[in-house]
């Protein structure tokens, strides 16, 4: 199954994904595991797990023209993982 279909997010989430490292990528799509499936928008989820992947490796998110690049959920405690894998260019 596809990760955006499996985890919806909007463009700009996903703009964010695309735009990190591969292996950031790679650690997405291995270890994004959300408590809740079925949900109609993993948009907070997804950003705050790359932001704790990005933290661990020292890394920033490129958040394109000023843009922040950020999203808060009440719920959110960022240590969210998804269990897929492959990359991210068929996930439009």
């Known amino acids: ?28 799509l291995a270890d994004f595991r959300p408590r809740r499936e079925g949900e109609s928008d993993y948009s907070a989820l997804v950003m705050a797990f790359i932001r704790s992947i990005e933290a661990r490796a020292g890394s920033t998110i490129d958040r394109g023209r000023g843009g922040r690049g950020t999203y808060r959920r009440d719920d959110d405690d960022g240590s ?13």
Do not use: I
């Open 80 to 92: 969210r993982s998804c269990s897929e894998s492959g990359g991210l260019d068929d996930r439009h």
């Open 1 to 28: 199954a596809d990760f955006r279909e499996r985890y919806p997010m909007d463009d700009r989430a996903f703009a964010v994904l695309e735009r990190t490292s591969s292996g950031v990528q790679n650690t997405v």
